[in-house]
């Protein structure tokens, strides 16, 4: 059997895979490991023959398209997420590095793990490759920090998974004994009210297009669906006049609905503004024309063309009002109001098709796969203690983070389709943990074997800890949300497996947190990678 495995490694690979998704669905005790458990299937497969190894390869592509899809999907927001908690999440993050190098050194002397070996533990229970490779280079022939790394390693993947897991059931269990749903409500969805303008007098706006500009400037999103005056309904363009005595639906959350009914005297009816189908229709239309991508709603300017109005866009799970700034992404489903005989248009114009957002650009695909990679090899100058490279995972990030942010240059779109976006995603993970998984095992099985183990084994369990326990503690203190934080966290540890895992955990618990987890860690990564440089290049100097 062991010769039929080690001469069939693509057949170890996805037996990995499909074991370690199903291990993952076995709750215990309400926990479960999810799609973390591809690692430690990888690990177990390792352990039982070393000798079965994956090319590197395959876990440098998983690297690759996981962290670039999801600087891809953080990119838009990592600006404004950045101004709005990125100093505090970066603060939060330095705080448990440094408190954990702190304890390296302390537990090293304590336990006797002698000086390169101690450093190599910190950069395993950091999880942090390019910080072993500095210290390599630093040490040159003396190869003990793999031992402290791989033995380290897989405490680095387990302990920040379970405090993910810890944090969430805490934070469950709270809002239960407050008597609150044990998970939070979906991101909150618009909803349809008409409002009835007072019969007499004039209104407070004489058109639809400056009660929109209104609410614009006082940061309401609502949209104007149908406009009723007398017997005739029409779409609510900017150009119809308002008049005593009309009625006009609008879409938005209840409160925002709330405050534009004071801002024109009206009431709410509890009446549908309903269509005549020869004259009106209401379509879901999906975006899938290259040309109107990473454009603005206003851009496209349906009221103009067409005499529409968009009232809704879906983007995954989460439905939005749109504006005339919201940036339209392939995959998002816009719900339209519009003449039946403009339908057909509008439709061309926005594409409408689903064979296009099942279908992934392989070309700006790959383009920004390869401009990530080139970024991570370019040697960056760190004072005083040489240079640093971002590695595969910092370049193909910051590469996602600045593409995602353009949406297009040109004729080029850098977007993926939102659930093109997630499937890639999860392709890219399960190759990562199964890849450092297999090829894993047999240095561990190998360590296990060999003096220290032990001594080195608590060593890197107490670095692990500190650095998450720091971090969950000035978390809380900096009043940065629960899934910013595990997001932060994941980052700290500059650990994909961990995000997926947090991600994962914030969607069950409230649709809609993904994006939170995910911008957390495109906030922090890119610190967390350098300061684990230095710091691992110090160590070894202290530690000497």
Not at 114 to 133: E, K
């Amino acid at each position: 059997m062991k010769g039929f495995l080690e001469a069939n490694p693509l057949l170890v690979l996805f037996g990995v895979l499909a074991a370690g998704v199903l291990v993952g669905r076995v709750r215990v005790a309400g926990f479960s490991l999810g799609v973390a458990a591809v690692l430690f299937a990888g690990l177990a497969v390792s352990a039982y023959d070393p000798a079965i190894v994956l090319p590197e390869a395959v876990w440098q592509i998983g690297i690759a398209v996981l962290v670039y899809t999801i600087g891809l999907a953080a990119g838009p927001s990592f600006v404004p997420a950045l101004r709005h908690r990125g100093l505090a999440a970066n603060l939060v993050t330095l705080l448990a590095i440094a408190a954990s190098a702190a304890v390296t050194v302390g537990a090293a002397a304590a336990l006797g793990v002698a000086g390169p070996l101690a450093a190599g533990t910190y950069t395993g229970a950091v999880t942090s490759t390019p910080a072993l490779a500095a210290v390599l280079e630093l040490l040159g022939a003396d190869t003990s920090p793999v031992v402290g790394y791989s033995v380290a390693y897989p405490v680095g993947v387990l302990c920040p998974l379970l405090a993910v897991w810890l944090v969430r059931r805490l934070a469950r269990m709270r809002r239960v004994h407050h008597g609150l749903p044990a998970a939070l409500p979906a991101h909150p969805r618009p909803v349809l009210r008409t409002l009835a303008l007072p019969s007499e007098g004039t209104p407070a706006f004489t058109a639809v297009g400056s009660l929109r500009d209104r609410c614009a400037d006082d940061g309401l999103a609502v949209a104007f669906a149908r406009l009723r005056h007398g017997e005739e309904t029409r779409v609510a363009t900017d150009g119809l006049p308002l008049v005593a005595g009309d009625r006009i639906s609008v879409v938005g959350l209840p409160v925002e609905i709330e405050t534009v009914q004071t801002m024109l005297g009206a009431r709410i009816v509890d009446e549908q503004l309903d269509l005549d189908r020869a004259q009106l229709d209401v379509r879901r239309i999906v975006i899938s024309n290259a040309d109107i991508v990473g454009r603005t709603l206003g851009e496209v300017d349906l009221g103009s063309r067409f005499g529409a109005t968009a009232t809704r866009l879906r983007r995954g799970d989460v439905e939005v009002v749109p504006s005339d700034e919201t940036v339209l992404q392939p995959g998002d489903r816009l719900r339209v109001v519009a003449p039946v005989e403009e339908m057909p248009g509008i439709a061309q114009a926005l594409g409408d098709s689903l064979r296009a957002i099942s279908e992934v650009d392989v070309a700006t695909f790959g383009l920004g796969i390869a401009l990530g990679i080139a970024l991570g090899t370019i040697p960056l100058p760190l004072p005083g203690l040489g240079t640093f490279t971002l590695g595969i995972a910092g370049g193909t990030l910051l590469v996602g983070l600045v593409l995602g942010a353009l949406q297009r240059t040109g004729p080029l779109v850098w977007q993926l389709p939102h659930e093109a976006n997630l499937t890639l995603r999860q392709f890219g993970l399960v190759l990562l943990l199964a890849g450092i998984g297999i090829n894993a095992g047999g240095a561990l099985k190998h360590a296990i074997t060999s003096g220290q183990v032990g001594s080195v084994l608590v060593l890197g369990v107490c670095v692990t800890l500190t650095s998450v326990t720091v971090l969950l503690a000035a978390a809380r203190l900096a009043r940065l949300p629960l899934a910013t934080t595990t997001g932060v966290l994941a980052a700290c540890q500059t650990q994909p497996a961990v995000l997926a895992f947090a991600a994962e955990r914030a969607e069950r618990a409230q649709p809609g947190a993904e994006t939170a987890v995910n911008l957390g860690y495109a906030t922090a990564y890119p610190l967390a990678l350098v300061a684990k440089l230095v710091v691992a290049q110090v160590l070894v100097t202290l530690l000497r």
